[in-house]
């Protein structure tokens, strides 16, 4: 059974930079069909897609984060991580990891969050 | 415009049929998607597609779509369903990306 878990930091100060690792385990990261990305949510609010990856390197962000976000993968270890420079105490949030799965349906491709890891808390506070 | 408009809450009697309706443009060329979220919880995708549910959740999820206006429909409401509910959509691109309605909180009383 395919299992995510974040892990990093639970503190970052403001300014610095916010560094995340999902490891993938019961599974490989380098399956063809999937995409591996990251979601937050800021304390009692809604979801906000940060990024996504894929095995190869691919990367696609967030339009209103792409300035200080980078996602990267690890194949050899089965691992992707997420990067978020000079943050704000608007960074503050639960961070989650997710597999896509990727679909196409009526000639559109859509990429599905079907597993998720349990999140992990990041306050952003000197 | 790619934005998502959800009602910010919705109550229904246990037993009950249940509407969650989410409003976009996007929603008249894209599928949308349903996730379900428990307090303390990751989000659960419960609909995808045209109405397809992954494998565990119960038939009482149904999802459909009428112009800009999506529903998730839960016939038969539980106390188990109380949650809050995420509708998505994608951008134009084809590329993997995600956009997020501002979620509907559940009560059944």
């Known amino acids: 059974q395919l299992q995510l878990q974040e892990s990093g930091p639970g503190l970052v100060k403001p300014s610095e930079t916010l560094s995340l690792t999902c490891t993938v385990s019961?599974?490989?990261?380098?399956?063809?069909?999937?995409?591996w990305g990251w979601v937050r949510q800021p304390p009692g609010k809604g979801l906000e897609w940060i990024g996504t990856i894929y095995y190869s390197g691919n990367t696609y962000y967030n339009p209103s984060l792409k300035s200080r976000v980078t996602i990267s993968v690890d194949t050899s270890k089965n691992q992707f991580s997420l990067k978020l420079t000079s943050v704000t105490a608007a960074d503050t949030a639960v961070y989650y990891c997710?597999?896509?799965?990727?679909?196409?349906?009526?000639?559109?491709?859509?990429?599905?969050?079907?597993?998720w890891g349990k999140g992990t808390t990041v306050t952003v506070s000197s | 415009s790619s934005e998502l408009t959800q009602d910010p809450a919705v109550s229904v009697a246990l037993g009950q049929t249940v509407r969650i309706t989410c409003q976009g443009d996007s929603l008249r060329r894209y599928y949308t998607s349903w996730y379900q979220q428990k307090p303390g919880q990751a989000p659960v995708l419960v609909i995808y597609g045209k109405n397809t549910r992954p494998s565990g959740i119960p038939d009482r999820f149904s999802g459909s779509t009428s112009g800009s206006t999506a529903s998730l429909s839960i016939t038969g409401a539980q106390a188990d369903d109380e949650a809050d509910y995420f509708c998505t959509s994608r951008d134009t691109s084809g590329n993997p990306s995600v956009i997020f309605g501002g979620g509907t909180k559940l009560t059944v009383l």
């Open positions: 997710a597999r896509h799965f990727k679909i196409q349906l009526t000639g559109n491709y859509y990429y599905y969050m079907d597993v």
């Open positions: 019961g599974g490989s990261i380098s399956s063809g069909n999937y995409y």
